[in-house]
T-cell receptor, first 110, second 112 residues
């Protein structure tokens, strides 16, 4: 089945230690998104790609970066995670008709 | 003021009840209105989307959009325990594939 796969499902990292979350898709969609979702809050868009064109939201902290080496893969890098970065990170692709989300990576910062 | 406000709940109803979930929004330029369902420890999945004002029905689910009031609703008829999830409204300026602005979600529990 075509889908969006996020790895790992759960990630524990130390305060200040760089961490990378990965996302892959078999849908061959041009657009990929990274959202941050904290408990009981709306998903918040961090950035998105249209093909290789990178679009950063104005309020995304500099601590967050992303790479998209090809259509299928996208990475979220958090350079120096703080306690406030603990959240569910959702990757999604889109076409007309809606988004397809991955199952998310739940990040814990200790 | 947030761009999208959603009744936070949580909501607990007995099986078979009619459920009403609601969102209000402030940006009159929103054109596309969506409802996503999110089960625990899963990503959201699209339930329904509507363009502009009007109603749309899909099985037990009905989505309503009132642009004049900046108000959208999702009705679930004959609710089932499998409907227990968090429901997120989402809106877009230019299309269902475009940047979405989400509500905070309403957690629904349907009990036997």
């Amino acid at each position: 089945d075509a889908m969006v796969i996020q790895n790992p499902r759960y990630q524990v990292t130390q305060f200040g230690k760089p961490v990378t979350l990965s996302c892959s898709q078999t849908l061959n969609h041009n657009v990929m998104y990274w959202y941050q979702q904290k408990s009981s809050q709306a998903p918040k868009l961090l950035f998105h790609y249209y093909d290789k064109d990178f679009n950063n939201e104005a309020d995304t902290p500099d601590n967050f970066q992303s790479r998209r080496p090809n259509t299928s893969f996208c990475f979220l890098d958090i350079r120096s995670p703080g306690l406030g970065d603990a959240a569910m990170y959702l990757c999604a692709t889109s076409r007309e008709g809606g988004y397809t989300f991955g199952s998310g990576t739940r990040l814990t910062v200790v | 003021q947030k761009e999208v406000e959603q009744d936070p709940g949580p909501l607990s109803v007995p099986e078979g009840a009619i459920v009403s979930l609601n969102c209000t929004y402030s940006n009159s330029a929103f054109q596309y209105f969506m409802w996503y369902r999110q089960y625990s420890r899963k990503g959201p999945e699209l339930l329904m989307y509507t363009y502009s004002s009007g109603n749309k029905e899909d099985g037990r689910f009905t989505a309503q959009v009132d642009k004049s009031s900046k108000y959208i609703s999702l009705f679930i008829r004959d609710s089932q325990p499998s409907d227990s999830a968090t429901y997120l409204c989402a809106m877009s300026l230019t299309g269902t594939a475009s940047k979405l602005t989400f509500g905070t979600g309403t957690r629904l529990q349907v009990t036997l």
